[in-house]
């Protein structure tokens, strides 16, 4: 029994190294140690199992080495088949995606790598420009400073094309008589155009040297990283090579090309590439699809006419930067025409100020500084009389200039100044006037007599003054005037004799007489208190010498006492002014006046 | 249809006689100056290729050397044909040939290559044994040319010809 065999532990036999598939009976065996032991029964238990697991083993061996020769197998595959297009177009994603990775994780280490050729780059970027702009400032100055120039500025202007396309148009200042198209690697020409009416020659040969040359010159001079002739001056012939990976185009030019032609090849050569993306090079001649397209995109003429035609799109596009130029041109023409009025006005009125600075009496302009808009100086002679400068010099509107005089004394004989002198010497009272004509001086009016007596003694010193002409009367003070009034009016009622045709019968014609006697009665009553005088009326009676004295007296008496009467009927006399009766002596007149007697007030 | 044009390059030592074998076999269009100068000198020729193929051969005669150098590798890139020039007066001459075919196949794997051993007309002072010659004729077409009489050229580039021809 098996059981029996493995229940002692000695039965087993060695292990075979390929033992049966099926399980056998083990014989009874002297006792094996306890590991031979297990080996025997992991044998018999695990036999497929370890095969497998051997076999397994074996294999990732054998993957584990072709692994490591992988990458060598690979680079050996790469290298074998570098030109393939085939191999080109497999990587070329690849190669994308882990350049885009390596620019997003690693990009310091792709611009240390890029360095250099960046730098060449854009050395050769920045030259190109330099040389282009150079080329068009010279071609430009060449013609600018000349009337033909500015000719040919002002069409440009009005057609709205740039000034090199005009100059172009009326120089021809430039023209390509061959260009090539030229295999970068084998320097076969793929195509070659020129010029009507130029000899024949041989485009192979000078594809040829062209680019030996080329790579003479980078090899030569030129620094790694693809350098290499880009043009070539030999006379009035201009060379140019624009470089391309796989083509290159060989421009031969004579005059002064305008720098968009540059850009205009290197566009027609992307164009080119682009159409050689899926022909072979050497198949590339051969195609006559591309030989018509190249034919009708490099002829000298087509692209003279297309760069003329990029410079003038060129110029459209640029078209609306001129509007700010112009605009600035307008705002400085205006700026510019402000100024200028500003400054008219500015002058005219500094002119204005001098033409009433001149015309002011009493002072003489000697000098008139104005700095526009920010100091105005007045220097001249000042007399102390003249009317002041400041009401000139506000009325100047001067804005916000600083104004200065300078003004030295002196005395004016001007008429104006000389009445102002005169005023401030005498004092003139209210009710004179003053005039100075041509150095006379009018003096008129009232004034009270001092100062008449004063200034007739002053006036005729006063500087300025040549003659005095006074009609100044002494000025009355109202009790004055009343006090004569009251004498004139003492003499009137003195005048009025009442007349009587007998004793003290009235006369016919003494009514009107009375009428005046109690009109200067009153007045006079009126004029008292303005006199500040006391006033006394007397009845005074007169007449004839015929009769006798005592006869006399009685009619004297009786018409007094009626002329009393009669104007005390008539208000006169009562209260402050009493009525006295008094007599004349005989004086041969029949009549009665009344006296007015007039005493000053204490 | 424009004719098809294949690159053809001379290589050999100095004073072989390649540019007079160019001379003999185009109309030169560039001086030989520019040999010395810029170490190249490049011509054309078109000829009918012994199927009756009209073709266009652009020779590119570089300056005689023994060695290639990195400007010598630049102007044989692209090319279809090498014509390796000797002088028969020369047997060192045919070695700088060997040579220099040797080193251009770094750059020019494909290329066809004749042998041209020139100064046929010195024939009396050739050093190049026949039997040198058979032995290089049983890997390579070895052409035995005089510049001076033109014997062997023409044949030596309808050779090219016919080897570029598919």
Request: with cysteine; hydrophobic share 45%.
């Amino acid at each position: 029994m098996t059981t029996s065999g493995l229940g002692n532990g000695a039965d087993a036999q060695p292990a075979d190294a390929n033992p049966p598939a099926e399980p056998v009976l083990l014989p009874l065996l002297p006792p094996a140690p306890a590991e031979e032991e297990f080996d025997r029964l992991r044998a018999l238990l695990f036999g497929d199992e370890l095969r497998a697991a051997a076999a397994a083993r074996a294999r990732l061996a054998e993957v584990e080495r072709l692994q490591r020769a992988l990458p060598d197998r690979l680079l050996g595959a790469l290298e074998a088949t570098a030109a393939s297009p085939r191999v080109a177009h497999a990587l070329a994603r690849p190669v994308a995606y882990a350049l885009g990775a390596a620019v997003r994780e690693n990009r310091q280490v792709v611009v240390d790598t890029l360095f250099p050729v960046i730098g060449p780059l854009i050395r050769k970027s920045i030259a190109e420009a330099l040389r282009n702009l150079m080329a068009d400032l010279n071609g430009a100055i060449e013609s600018s400073f000349t009337l033909r120039g500015l000719k040919w500025r002002l069409e440009a202007w009005r057609g709205g094309v740039p000034y090199a396309q005009i100059v172009l148009k009326h120089r021809l200042a430039y023209r390509i008589d061959h260009v090539f198209l030229i295999a970068r690697e084998s320097g076969l020409v793929l195509r070659h155009e020129s010029a009507p009416d130029l000899p024949a020659l041989d485009a192979d040969a000078i594809g040829g040297m062209l680019t030996a040359i080329g790579d003479f010159v980078g090899d030569s001079v030129g620094q790694a990283g693809g350098s290499a002739l880009d043009s070539a001056q030999v006379g009035e012939y201009l060379v140019w090579v624009v470089q391309g990976p796989r083509v290159n185009l060989a421009c031969f030019i004579r005059g002064v090309p305008p720098g968009g032609l540059r850009d205009l090849l290197q566009q027609r050569l992307e164009e080119i590439h682009a159409q050689l993306d899926d022909v072979r090079l050497e198949q590339a001649p051969h195609d006559a699809a591309l030989a018509a397209t190249w034919h009708e995109t490099l002829q000298p003429l087509a692209l003279v006419q297309a760069a003329g035609i990029d410079e003038g799109r060129a110029a459209r596009q640029r078209g609306p930067s001129r509007w700010p130029l112009l605009l600035l041109l307008l705002l400085a023409l205006a700026a510019l025409t402000a100024f200028f009025a500003q400054r008219e006005r500015w002058d005219e009125r500094i002119d204005a100020l001098r033409a009433r600075l001149q015309a002011q009496p009493g002072f003489v302009l000697t000098g008139l500084d104005a700095e526009p808009w920010r100091k105005v100086t007045v220097r001249g002679l000042v007399d102390p009389d003249a009317e002041s400068l400041r009401g000139i010099l506000d009325r100047a509107d001067l804005g916000e200039a600083k104004v200065e005089v300078a003004g030295t004394g002196y005395l004016s004989t001007d008429d104006a100044v000389v009445v102002r002198r005169v005023r401030r010497l005498l004092a003139l009272p209210a009710g004179v006037d003053s005039s100075v004509h041509e150095g006379v001086l009018e003096l008129k009016g009232k004034a009270p007599e001092a100062w008449i007596a004063e200034a007739r003694q002053r006036a005729a010193w006063i500087a300025g003054v040549r003659r005095v002409a006074m009609t100044v009367v002494p000025d009355a003070d109202p009790a004055s005037t009343a006090r004569a009034e009251l004498a004139t009016l003492a003499d009137t009622l003195k005048a009025l004799q009442v007349p009587f045709s007998n004793d003290a019968t009235l006369a016919a014609d003494g009514g009107p007489v009375v009428d005046d006697v109690v009109a200067a009665a009153k007045r006079a009553q009126t004029l008292a208190d303005a006199a500040h005088a006391r006033i006394s009326f007397t009845s005074v009676g007169s007449n004839d010498e015929v009769g006798t004295d005592d006869a006399n007296q009685r009619v004297r008496s009786e018409r007094a006492r009626w002329l009393a009467d009669a104007l005390a009927a008539r208000g006169i006399g009562g209260g402050d002014h009493p009525i006295a009766l008094g007599e004349d002596a005989p004086n041969n007149r029949r009549a009665a006046y009344l006296r007015l007697d007039v005493e000053a007030s204490p | 249809m424009s004719v098809a044009a294949f690159k053809i390059c001379m290589l050999g030592d100095f004073g072989v006689g390649k540019t007079s074998l160019v001379a003999r076999f185009v109309r030169s269009t560039f001086a030989p100056k520019y040999l010395t100068t810029v170490g190249v000198k490049v011509d054309s020729k078109e000829l009918l290729s012994p199927q009756g193929t009209p073709l266009k051969f652009v020779v590119w005669d570089i300056a005689g050397r023994s060695a290639l150098d990195a400007l010598g590798a630049n102007y044989l890139r692209g090319a279809a044909a090498l014509l390796l020039v000797a002088d028969g007066t020369r047997e060192h001459s045919l070695s700088v040939a060997l040579n220099l075919l040797m080193q251009s196949r770094s750059v020019l794997p494909d290329a066809a290559v004749v042998l041209a051993v020139n100064k046929l007309d010195l024939v009396e002072r050739w050093e190049v044994a026949p039997t040198t010659l058979a032995e290089l004729r049983r890997t390579l077409p070895v052409f035995e040319t005089s510049a001076l009489s033109g014997d062997g050229v023409e044949n030596a580039f309808a050779e090219i010809a016919a080897r570029l021809q598919p």
